[in-house]
Nanobody
Framework: QVQLVESGGGLVQPGGSLRLSCTAS????????VGWFRQAPGQEREGISC????????YYVDAVKGRFTISRDDASDTVYLQMNSLKPEDTAVYYC?????????????????????WGQGTRVTVSS
């Protein structure tokens, strides 16, 4: 079965950290871009970070730059999102996705229409 599996979400206090994982099952990232998106209640899904798995170029939206780090591990076909200094406004369901062929992670927020394989999401709640 071809799927992306996210894990690592949970409840954390403001200022805390979480590391999200996105593991490919039944396929590989195959040098495609991988993006992280989030969707807060009542809001649209927004792209926050991405990585090209062939050259490790990355992008972050301003809201997470300096706090979040995207990385990958080829051996396990996993992409990570390390989230530090979490804020209540980071509360959302976080999704990872693999880009369609020939879609790259570039210097702009990732857009959902460029990604065609999605995980089920993992919930992150930042609250005291």
């Amino acid at each position: 079965q071809v799927q992306l599996v996210e894990s690592g979400g949970g409840l954390v206090q403001p200022g805390g950290s979480l590391r999200l994982s996105c593991t490919a099952s039944g396929f590989t990232f195959n040098y495609r871009a991988v993006g992280w998106f989030r969707q807060a209640p009542g809001q649209e899904r927004e792209g926050i970070s991405c990585i090209n798995t062939d050259d490790d170029t990355t992008y972050y939206v301003d809201a997470v730059k300096g706090r979040f780090t995207i990385s990958r591990d080829d051996a396990s076909d996993t992409v990570y999102l390390q989230m530090n200094s979490l804020k209540p406004e980071d509360t959302a369901v976080y999704y990872c996705a693999r880009a369609a062929a020939f879609r790259r992670c570039v210097a702009r927020p990732p857009v959902t229409s460029d990604y065609n394989t999605w995980g089920q999401g993992t919930r992150v709640t930042v609250s005291s």
